[in-house]
């Protein structure tokens, strides 16, 4: 539920290519007509000059198609300055079909998906701009969570269910710690004295879905206890049952929200949300040479790419952790994410820098809520209908982070006041859970549970 981080290219993209593309009907509409007046004179023409005329239309069309294909490959790849970063995906390629070895493999692949997370949400911004500034950040969200979706359905189809728990889990946390609280941070630090006051009413709505979200992952936690303590209850069957159905009412949720968001109440996102995207556009020049119709390709490439990355990383992160020393846990939650979240982090960076601190709450909030609400029951949906058992039972000490977390950005954003400090301190709390994942290296096997 991210505000629009739109530049306005898409226009200017699709003007540029409607241009070159009238330009090459113009010169072949010339030729013609320069046949004729010659036959008009001459009362003559030649085969060889209508070969000709047609030879340097074709010639013509086809240097304007490869000057636009340049200029489009170089916004994609040479647009961002992650663009080092492109040269791990062969590399992790070559790696896997090498046999170099699972820990190269799997580091190649996760340095590849940084700069191809970036990609995708930079390529959904211009297809957003045609749905409006509210849909077109919903839009813009759901772009920017495709890595993760990846991941976790590949997990799924593997059965890593501790991968894949571990993974969802660590993007909401990212999202609320380390992306919002290095936003305020740095836009406080650069901001300070001038900080305009947020928007509590957007923050508001999507705390309360959050929140929604982990009383859906506590109560399977705390059902396990209660059959422990004498109570009728089967732990594995009502655990299983109890997360099937909170996983619709998620969904239910989530989309009750976008019914709030876009119908009946849009006037309470999309009053900032205009002013933001207008001057947002004006600082991009509108140069853009990717109309829609390119950026829908370009994104369906990326995520093909996306596609094998993450079918690397999820097939060699458990030999890469045993050979790097790494913890399993610490992967999973920790640096998984942050690779995902490479888009939001730089764009709410960036927002905030500009003292856009509505932006840089949609985007971090948003991306999260999303996760919570409508990726994690998508996941578990998915594993109902195909018979694999899957729960919201994130254990005791990533269900508690997960609480601490929810409630810390709540409390944080209780006001309209910002300042780096409440960034400073957000970032500390994540600093705190990587620790602890980071020291904790035995990890007991869950029994599994059948459907």
Known sequence: MAPPQSGGGAEAGDLLETGLLAAAAVKEKAAPGAVKTTTSTSGRLADGDEDEGAAATSSSRVRLGARLAAAQLQEVFLGTRLFPLFSAVPLAVAAQHLRLG???????????????????????????????????????????????????????????????????????????????????????????????????????????????????????????????????????????????????????????????????????????DSSESSSTSSDDGGSSVIGFASAVIWLIGMTVVIAVLSNYVVTTIEEASESLGIPLRFISIILLPIVGNAAEHAGAIIFAFKNKIDITLGIALGSATQISLLVVPIILIVSWVNGIPMDLDLNLLETGSLVMTVFTTAFTLQDDKWHYLKGFNLTLCYIVIAVCFFTIKALPTPKKVHA
């Open 102 to 272: 699972r820990a190269w493999v799997f580091v190649f692949s996760l340095i590849g998906l940084a700069p191809l997370a970036e990609r995708v949400s930079f390529l959904s911004e211009h297809i957003a701009e045609t749905a409006g500034p509210t849909a077109g950040g919903i839009l813009n969200a759901t772009c920017g969570n495709v890595p993760e979706l990846i991941i976790a359905l590949f997990a799924l189809h593997k059965e890593k269910m501790e991968i894949l728990k571990w993974s969802l889990l660590g993007s909401i946390l990212s999202n609320l710690l380390l992306v919002l609280g290095s936003s305020l941070l740095c836009g406080g630090l650069a901001n300070t004295g001038k900080e305009r006051p947020l928007d509590r009413r957007q923050a508001d709505v999507s705390i309360g879905l959050l929140m929604l979200g982990v009383l859906c992952h506590i109560l399977p936690l705390l059902s396990k206890y209660t059959s422990g303590t004498g109570d009728s209850i089967s732990s594995s069957g009502s655990v299983l049952e109890l997360s099937r159905l909170s996983a619709i009412v998620m969904l239910a949720a989530y989309f009750g929200g976008l019914v709030f968001q876009l119908k009946t109440h849009r006037q309470i996102f999309e009053q900032e």
